[in-house]
């Protein structure tokens, strides 16, 4: 007789048993959509600091303005694209009725997934460079 | 399908995908304007005077963001909420979880916007 598992075990021998572009959408999305919501609490917690004034805010601002931040920024931006296109690919079968569409649609968004970064990666560059962080404009 | 979904399950649905396509826009926007775009060699890191500034140019940015803050609220609340409702809580544990993200709404949202209140500047 089989033990009884959890929701999360039973989870993760779905994925096992199903390697397929729709159960890793599934994952990612999660894992993405658990990833922004985090983000967006540590976002709010940062930019709150606005509250207390402009001091306060230009201090914290400036503990999450240098090249390590910028590239826990790209990982950000990342999650941001993929949740977002297969947010879009999950609508468009939903509205559409078009499910048979879905590993075509996938690929579409995979590929813009891969330009988008490249072109996030090339605009984000200079502030992977600490010598640039020097200027105090905006 | 073998579960029958409720009717608020349809409508949460429906929004999630609404606010999602509505997200899709106002987060183009957003990243565009105030993380990839930002030239850091042209105009350095950001602070308050920059932002009031950016906030100020145009009556739009406060229409834009009075709305993004809720969409986006709701969007992490709903979809985590669905996360959790998968695992299928016993009732009184999913009516404190929805007690807890509505209290977590409720708190994001009004920083939020006190926090968009000074950073907009004039009273606003």
């Not at chain 1, 999305?29 to 306060?56: C, D, K, N, Q």
């Not at chain 1, 977002?84 to 569409?101: A, E, K, Q, V, Y």
Request: zero cysteines; proline letters at 2%; hydrophobic letters at 55%.
């Amino acid at each position: 007789m089989m033990a009884k598992e959890s929701k999360l075990q039973g989870m993760v021998r779905d994925a096992n048993l199903n390697k397929n572009i729709g159960n890793f959408s599934y994952w990612i999305h999660r894992i993405t959509g658990i990833g922004l919501s985090v983000y967006l609490l540590m976002h709010t917690f940062v930019l709150s600091s606005a509250i207390s004034g402009p001091e306060a805010f230009n201090e914290r601002m400036g503990t999450v303005q240098n090249p390590f931040f910028a590239i826990l920024e790209v990982l950000l931006i990342a999650g941001v694209f993929m949740h977002m296109l297969n947010g879009l690919r999950i609508t468009i079968t939903d509205f559409f009725n078009w499910s048979r569409g879905h590993k075509i649609l996938f690929w579409i968004a995979a590929v813009i997934f891969v330009i988008l970064m490249i072109v996030a990666i090339k605009l984000q560059w200079p502030k992977f460079f600490i010598e640039n962080y020097g200027m105090g404009g905006h | 399908m073998v579960e029958r979904a409720s009717n608020q399950s349809v409508l949460t649905w429906f929004l999630q995908r609404i606010s999602g396509i509505l997200l899709a826009f106002f987060l183009i926007t957003h990243l565009n304007v105030h993380h990839l775009f930002h030239d850091i060699t042209v105009s350095g890191i950001i602070n308050f005077a920059g932002v009031r500034e950016n906030l100020q140019s145009s009556i739009w940015w406060k229409i834009y963001y009075i709305a993004f803050v809720p969409f986006v609220v709701f969007h992490a609340l709903n979809g985590f909420w669905q996360i959790i409702a998968d695992f299928r809580l016993k009732a009184g544990a999913a009516v404190f979880m929805k007690a807890i993200f509505w209290i977590l709404g409720i708190i994001l949202i009004v920083t939020a916007i006190m926090t968009l209140g000074n950073l907009f500047g004039g009273g606003a």
